[in-house]
């Protein structure tokens, strides 16, 4: 029997977030569950907002009018963060999917992840860390706008850059060493897995790589491997640090 796809809330603050990230937004969120709720919170009196209406009709997204009470203060940040709350305990949700850039919704995540749910945020680069931490993941939105274009000006890192980004090397080691056998082999999957636990806003994307096993492969400072089971029927990767090998036979 195929698993019950996840119910998600999508909740978007338009006032940090733009139209052109709907497509690859969507397209995201979809890896991840099922968006039954989706909304977007603005004055949408004023102009500022009206490069919204196009992407709202063809997605069904459903705008959230608020006013601007007075200047200098968020009034959209709080009704979003109020329906979040009325979500949490009147839906029976699976999980949320905050889309802003604004580190006013650190507490909101937190609280969603203490009651059990999943929180995916969606920001750009210049997102606080405070935010990003908060979520048990952070997708940059950079990333899902234009992205073949996006890919084919900038391509993909070299492994000399790779080898020289001291913290990407560190989770990396890090993670297939806390999964590692006997023999210094972790499997693909938990090693992407520690890395989310340590780095919410970790992506091989961000690096130019579509999938992580590229990423790995392409810093020179690893072994992958692919396994087939014992009927041949499916294939899992693994990855180990290069000269692990050596290690094994120098102590055996």
């Known amino acids: 029997m195929a698993a ?16 052109a990230v709907v497509e690859g937004l969507l397209a995201e969120i979809a890896k991840y569950g099922t968006a039954t709720v989706k909304r977007i919170y603005g004055d949408w009196t004023g102009p500022q907002l009206k490069g919204w209406k196009e992407a709202l009709l063809k997605y069904a997204i ?4 608020q006013f601007r009470y007075t200047t200098g203060k968020n ?8 329906d979040a709350m009325d ?5 029976k949700l699976g999980g949320f999917c905050i889309v802003s850039s604004d580190s006013d919704f650190t507490r909101l995540a937190a609280r ?20 990003v931490s908060a979520c048990d993941k952070f997708i940059y939105t950079e990333i899902l706008i234009d992205k073949e274009d996006e890919d084919e000006a900038t391509g993909p890192r ?7 980004d001291g913290r990407l090397v560190a989770l990396l080691r890090n993670a297939v060493e806390a ?6 082999w972790s499997q693909l999957g938990t090693v992407g897995s520690t890395i989310a636990k340590q780095a919410p806003e970790f992506d091989a994307r961000n690096y130019g790589f579509r999938k992580l096993s590229e990423l790995i492969a392409a810093t020179g400072l690893f072994e992958v491997e692919k396994r087939r089971s014992a009927d041949g029927a499916l294939t899992s990767t693994w990855v180990r640090k290069r000269g ?9």
């Open 4 to 19: 019950i796809s996840p119910k998600l809330a999508v909740l978007i603050d338009a006032d940090n977030a733009q139209p």
């Open 62 to 65: 459903q705008p959230i009018q």
């Open 75 to 82: 009034a959209t940040d709080s009704a979003l963060i109020i």
């Open 87 to 91: 979500l949490l305990y009147g839906a």
């Open 112 to 131: 969603v992840r203490e009651a059990g749910l999943v929180v995916y945020g969606f920001g750009e680069k210049k997102t606080p860390a405070p935010f």
């Open 158 to 164: 070299s492994s000399a850059q790779l080898k020289q």
């Open 179 to 184: 999964g590692s056998d006997d023999a210094g």
């Open 244 to 252: 692990a090998r050596k290690v094994e036979l120098g102590g055996a």
